[in-house]
């Protein structure tokens, strides 16, 4: 990525807009229970470190049903399946938000790198958290 204020790589921007907005989109059209996530009928991945050692061992499991619920309106299931699926899905659309903003000005601006960055460390934040939440839970 270019420094900020320089222009932009108009193809890395154009790509990462449609991964996010790819996200949105696959996370909108779940059906998301708490047993788990289908789109079309169709199951979604099962991780192979929570299906080995229970969902507690595993960071991130339930962040993908979580986020899902999330997008959707459901709350409550998205806390119930990961604490941390509302702040993923806010990261989604923040990120849709910075980078369609990158893509207007054709330039990285200094606050789009420091949103970046920030919503990085808040990501990774917010699972930690979350899963320090389940592992406290009964």
């Given at each position: 990525?270019?420094?900020?204020?320089?222009?932009?790589?108009?193809?890395?921007?154009?790509?990462?807009?449609?991964?996010?907005?790819?996200?949105?989109?696959?996370?909108?059209?779940?059906?998301?229970?708490?047993?788990g996530?289908?789109?079309?009928?169709?199951?979604?991945?099962?991780?192979?470190?929570?299906?080995?050692?229970?969902p507690?061992?595993?960071?991130?499991?339930?962040?993908?049903?979580?986020?899902?619920?999330?997008?959707?309106?459901?709350?409550?299931?998205?806390?119930?399946?990961?604490?941390?699926?509302?702040?993923?899905?806010?990261?989604?659309?923040?990120?849709?938000?910075?980078?369609?903003?990158?893509l207007?000005?054709?330039?990285?601006?200094?606050?789009?790198?420091?949103?970046?960055?920030?919503?990085?460390?808040?990501?990774?934040?917010?699972?930690?958290?979350?899963?320090?939440?389940?592992?406290?839970?009964?």
């Amino acid at each position: 990525m270019p420094a900020p204020g320089n222009p932009l790589s108009l193809r890395a921007a154009a790509w990462r807009t449609a991964g996010l907005v790819g996200a949105l989109v696959v996370g909108y059209s779940a059906t998301a229970t708490r047993d788990g996530a289908t789109w079309f009928g169709v199951r979604g991945p099962r991780c192979p470190l929570g299906t080995c050692f229970g969902p507690q061992a595993c960071p991130g499991c339930g962040l993908l049903r979580s986020t899902a619920a999330a997008l959707q309106g459901d709350l409550q299931l998205a806390w119930a399946c990961h604490p941390a699926g509302p702040v993923v899905a806010f990261l989604l659309l923040a990120g849709t938000l910075v980078h369609f903003d990158m893509l207007r000005q054709r330039h990285e601006r200094r606050w789009h790198l420091v949103a970046r960055r920030a919503g990085y460390a808040l990501f990774a934040t917010a699972v930690a958290v979350g899963w320090i939440v389940r592992l406290a839970s009964p």
